[in-house]
């Protein structure tokens, strides 16, 4: 007998969330275009580069909770451009004061400004520091099965492996990779990074991710407010394909029906 697979809730840091699309901010043409666009996605979860983004840091200036606001949007700041630990925790440590005792934040310690791929030694030394203070941390990380476990026992609440390059719209570059992590997992794991279209967020979650975050491939495509709605619908239906179970993947097909009876 097959087993069934049951849904479960998606939760992060004791709070349940409907939507498993998690979207960021930036790249958009303007802020209005950011906020029908996330409207569009569905998302409830919206990420926000604090080095980057007027949260009420720049008075007089635009600011994006204006249009994306704390009790309609979980703000989920981020440590993007930061490439050192003490930089990244000095930027949660803004992010909480800016959103009054915030602790959820999204850590990413980057390697470089050509592929912004993570640097896995500072991510590990911010991410311990930054629980030890109360923070509830989601990581940005390498699809490194190893490092994924140690982020997880150091107490981070989601581990969120690259599945191609930031910004590339590569896809899933290694899907093997990503379902080592996914078997070991004892805590919430999230796609980031490397998704370009709905496939890509489906195959995603047909792997078994809790969820996917993603910014590039709405806000760079030619209808940013058409993806974003694709990629709802592509998640949801990614999660449902995993909860299914597909068919088994054969060399060729088998007669559905027996061959006995036919008229010859």
């Known amino acids: 007998m097959s087993t069934v697979r049951s849904d479960k809730p998606f939760v992060l840091a004791g709070r349940t969330y409907q939507s498993r699309l998690l979207v960021g901010t930036g790249k958009y043409r303007d802020m209005e275009e950011t906020r029908l666009a996330i409207e569009a996605s569905g998302a409830e979860i ?57 602790n959820l934040v999204k850590l990413e310690v980057l390697a470089d400004q050509k592929t912004l791929f993570p640097n896995v030694i500072e991510t590990l030394k911010a991410a311990e520091v ?16 190893i490092i994924a476990r140690q982020l997880a026992e150091i107490g981070c609440i989601a581990v969120m492996p690259l599945a191609g390059l930031i910004g590339t719209g590569l896809g899933i570059c290694n899907p093997y990779n990503l379902r080592i992590i996914l078997e070991e997992a004892k805590i919430p ?3 980031d990074a490397g998704v370009g279209t709905a496939s890509d967020a489906t195959i995603a979650m047909e792997l078994g991710c809790e969820a996917v975050l ?22 949801v239906a990614g999660r449902l394909a995993y909860l ?16 006995d009876g036919l008229i010859k």
């Open 214 to 235: 993603m910014n590039s491939a709405i806000a760079h495509a030619q209808q940013p407010i058409l993806m974003a709605e694709a990629m709802k619908h592509a998640i």
């Open 46 to 102: 919206v990420t926000v580069a604090v080095r980057r983004t007027n949260l009420g840091q720049n008075p007089g200036e635009p600011n994006l909770l204006d249009i994306l606001p704390p009790d309609r949007y979980t703000i989920l700041p981020n440590t993007a451009g930061c490439y050192d630990a003490i930089e990244a925790v000095r930027t949660c440590r803004l992010a909480r004061e800016l959103l009054d005792g915030h």
């Open 130 to 145: 930054l629980v030890k203070e109360g923070f509830d941390v989601m990581v940005y990380t390498s699809d490194d099965p």
């Open 189 to 191: 794991v999230l796609v």
């Open 244 to 259: 299914a179970g597909r068919m088994p993947k054969k060399l060729y097909a088998s007669a559905s029906s027996p061959l």
